[in-house]
Antibody, heavy 114, light 106 residues
Framework: QVQLQESGPGLVKPSGTLSLTCGVS??????WSWVRQPPGKGLEWIGEMHQRGSANNNPSLESRLTISLDKSKNQFSLQLRSVTAADTAVYYCATRDTSGAPRWGQGTLVTVSS | EIVMTQSPATLSVSPGERATLSCRASQSVSSNLAWYQQKPGQVPRLLIY???TRATGIPARFSGSGSGTEFTLTISSLQSEDFAVYYCQQYQAWWTFGQGTQVEIK
């Protein structure tokens, strides 16, 4: 069964870059996604990358967003530039396993504050 | 972008009663629909995927139905641990989520 684990700084300064990595074990359908949830709010899809290199991003974040994949390290990454307090959220990495079921990491809280 | 709309926003139910939650997609998502349960401070827990398939370890009182644009999550007899927020998610084209339904004790 596929397992995912997020890692990265829990505090980022305003106007800085939020950088997270997701370590992966197990098989998936090949699409790797990021989702976030601001405190007390709903779930927002950030974007996804396929293992063959194609990507889709949430249009509301696309200008600030880079998702990349490092197959040699079995991990994929998120970079979100020019962050503000509105980017404070729990960030989850996710995929779908070979049966098609969505699978999520445990999530990591990132706070944007000086 | 496929917009997912859940109803109602809040559902008040007594323990032991049946709960029916709805999710509508702005265009067809076929059966590429999942349901999650989330409690405060916890990761969303996958209940249903493929619109009707229960995830591993999910009790039989949870069932999903529908295809295309109309979907339903039914909890046949609410237990105390079922009071939570429920989200639907489509994965037909990218991912989008409904705004959630809060199931509260009546």
């Amino acid at each position: 069964q596929v397992q995912l684990q997020e890692s990265g700084p829990g505090l980022v300064k305003p106007s800085g870059t939020l950088s997270l990595t997701c370590g992966v074990s197990g098989d998936s359908i090949g699409w790797w996604s990021w989702v976030r949830q601001p405190p007390g709010k709903g779930l927002e899809w950030i974007g996804e990358m396929h293992q063959r290199g194609s990507a889709n991003n949430n249009p509301s974040l696309e200008s600030r967003l880079t998702i990349s994949l490092d197959k040699s390290k079995n991990q994929f990454s998120l970079q979100l530039r020019s962050v503000t307090a509105a980017d404070t959220a729990v960030y989850y990495c996710a995929t779908r396993d070979t049966s098609g079921a969505p699978r999520w990491g445990q999530g990591t809280l990132v706070t944007v504050s000086s | 972008e496929i917009v997912m709309t859940q109803s109602p926003a809040t559902l008040s139910v007594s323990p032991g009663e049946r709960a029916t939650l709805s999710c509508r997609a702005s265009q067809s998502v076929s059966s590429n629909l999942a349901w999650y349960q989330q409690k405060p401070g916890q990761v969303p827990r996958l209940l249903i995927y493929g619109a009707t398939t229960r995830a591993t370890g999910i009790p039989a009182r949870f069932s999903g139905s529908g295809s295309g644009t109309e979907f339903t999550l039914t909890i046949s007899s609410l237990q105390s641990e079922d009071f939570a927020v429920y989200y639907c998610q489509q994965y037909q084209a990218w991912w989008t989520f409904g705004q959630g339904t809060q199931v509260e004790i009546k």
